[in-house]
């Protein structure tokens, strides 16, 4: 494969020059911008074009990648547009789905896995491809529900505080169906972030069961958290297969259950009285 030139764009000094040095020994040409204007720059200037764009989503401003991403795409469409992030919010999450970036890597990211994914977008970038029948984000989850739970799994297991308590998997997961279910149903009916809120059991019963697990509240926040970006993973894995016409409203209505369902979690967790389960 010919020298490929690389873009790279993150705010975090030692990020950046550790990235730098390590794409260059696996034989990239790498140009590393700290700012989305000194991006913009070399974007706009270059007299060879880049062939991969990789950008901090925040740097520090919430959209900052969105804007790198979005003049590259304008600039060059053939290169392959890379965004990184650790948490990304929903919101964030549908920009850069809708911006048509090839992939959204979260951090910290492992220097093979994305070696392997540059070139392997590369090698693919010039095939033409069939677009599959589009499909609503609820049949995407519905038909990806087992690789969400294990995404979250995943995350969960890699983090301290979560598995300080000891449970096994089907402990640690077996609320997730039931909530990924709700959501799909909720997704499928007319779309409404007002009045699209019906009450879950399985949020109430995950909220008073983690109380008797001894999770804190917090931690209960942070799986929430982490259950929103396995969702905003899984649409990135089937992003070829995704209705872009009902994209944004389905991400909203996506973030909007998620919250609601912790809310109800919580709740349960302190014992607050609730409203009853809707028939």
Request: glycine fraction near 4%; aromatic fraction near 4%.
């Amino acid at each position: 494969m010919p020298e490929v030139r690389v873009l790279l764009v993150d705010d975090n000094v030692s990020v950046r020059t550790t990235m730098q040095q390590v794409l260059q020994a696996h034989g990239f040409e790498v140009v590393a911008d700290a700012n989305v204007n000194d991006a913009l720059r070399h974007i706009a200037t270059a007299i060879k074009p880049f062939d991969v764009l990789l950008s901090d989503l925040h740097m520090p401003g919430k959209g900052d990648g969105l804007i790198v991403a979005s003049a590259m795409r304008h600039a060059n469409p053939r290169a392959i547009t890379l965004v990184m992030s650790g948490y990304p919010e929903m919101s964030a999450a549908a920009a850069a789905i809708l911006l048509q970036a090839d992939h959204v890597l979260l951090k910290p990211i492992e220097i093979q896995p994305l070696i392997d994914l540059i070139r392997e977008k590369l090698i693919k970038r010039d095939i033409p491809r069939t677009r599959d029948i589009a499909e609503t984000v609820a049949t995407i989850l519905e038909h990806n529900g087992a690789a969400t739970v294990a995404h979250w799994l995943e995350r969960v297991n890699a983090n301290e505080d979560l598995t300080h308590i000891a449970l096994t998997a089907e402990e640690r997961t077996g609320h997730l169906p039931r909530l990924i279910n709700d959501l799909v149903r909720r997704l499928r009916k007319p779309q409404s972030l007002e009045s699209g809120r019906v009450a879950s059991a399985g949020a109430r019963e995950h909220g008073a069961l983690r109380r008797e697990q001894g999770y804190s509240a917090a931690m209960i926040v942070e799986e929430s958290r982490m259950l929103q970006v396995s969702i905003f993973q899984t649409l990135q894995n089937n992003l070829t297969k995704v209705d872009f016409s009902l994209l944004l409203m389905n991400v909203m209505v996506v973030a909007d259950e998620v919250d609601w369902q912790l809310t109800q979690a919580i709740r349960s967790y302190v014992g607050e009285q609730q409203a009853p389960l809707a028939a």
